[in-house]
């Protein structure tokens, strides 16, 4: 079946590294991602990862991806308390003319001083 | 305004009325989509519109009731709304994915936060 899982809460040190895990189930999974939602807001995607990829880098985002294990992981460097905010994990699978997307719960960061 | 927008973004309802949530998007996205977002799961979809007139259910569409006379609209109703309908509902579109390896970013709005008593 499909499942998606991480935890859900992560506390850090502004100026410190966040590393936000993620376990997901179905192979056959093209593309993995990682939404942010900022408090009453919308989500937005941050980064993806096309799934015969292991890592991809984005200025201050690192997204590993180890797909023997099915486990994603988003590291932000240098993080900062505009960061403080929800990030999902999705995996994405195309369904007809549409990804169709299986969300985590969401992992609910905390950027304290 | 340009891009994706829900209203209203807070209702209080009580249980048994009948609730519309309206969705608008600007950039003529073939496909629309109803999340709702409860804790603990994420979110999940309700139901899907491929184009003007063609919806199809998703994981959790009991309930609920959708139509997409336009291209830019997809209201999504609660009949008879319950409390386990208390939630907050999210619309997203996206294009066409073109290939079976197709990546389509899905633009979600700003939610629409229901409170059924």
């Known amino acids: 079946g499909e499942d998606v899982e991480q935890s859900l809460f992560l506390s850090v040190r502004e100026g410190d590294s966040s590393v936000i895990n993620c376990t997901y189930t179905?192979?056959?999974?093209?593309?993995l991602y990682w939404y942010k939602q900022e408090p009453g807001a919308g989500l937005q995607l941050l980064t993806y990862?096309?799934?015969?990829?292991d890592m991809k880098q984005d200025q201050r985002l690192t997204v590993l991806l180890n797909k023997k294990d099915k486990h994603l992981s988003l590291r932000i460097a240098d993080t900062q308390t505009g960061d403080s905010a929800i990030y999902f994990c999705?995996?994405?699978?195309?369904?007809?003319?549409?990804?169709?997307?299986?969300f985590g719960a969401g992992t609910r960061l905390a950027v304290h001083p | 305004d340009a891009g994706i927008t829900q209203s209203p973004r807070y209702k209080i309802t009580e249980t048994g009325r009948q609730v519309t949530l309206m969705c608008h998007q600007t950039?003529?996205?073939?496909?629309m989509f109803w999340y709702r977002q409860d804790l603990g799961h994420g979110l999940r979809l309700i139901y899907y519109?491929?184009?003007?007139?063609?919806?199809d259910k998703g994981e959790v569409p009991d309930g609920y009731v959708v139509s997409r006379s336009k291209t830019e609209n997809f209201p999504l109703t609660l009949e008879s709304a319950t409390r386990s309908q208390t939630s907050v509902y999210f619309c997203?579109?996206?294009?066409?994915?073109?290939?079976?390896?197709?990546?389509?970013?899905?633009?979600f709005g700003p939610g629409t936060r229901l409170t059924v008593l």
């Open positions: 999705a995996e994405g699978m195309f369904s007809g003319g549409y990804n169709k997307l299986i």
């Open positions: 990862i096309f799934s015969n990829m």
């Open positions: 997203a579109s996206s294009e066409l994915s073109t290939g079976t390896r197709g990546y389509n970013e899905q633009f």
């Open positions: 950039w003529s996205h073939s496909y």
């Open positions: 179905d192979s056959s999974s093209t593309y």
């Open positions: 519109s491929a184009a003007a007139d063609i919806t």
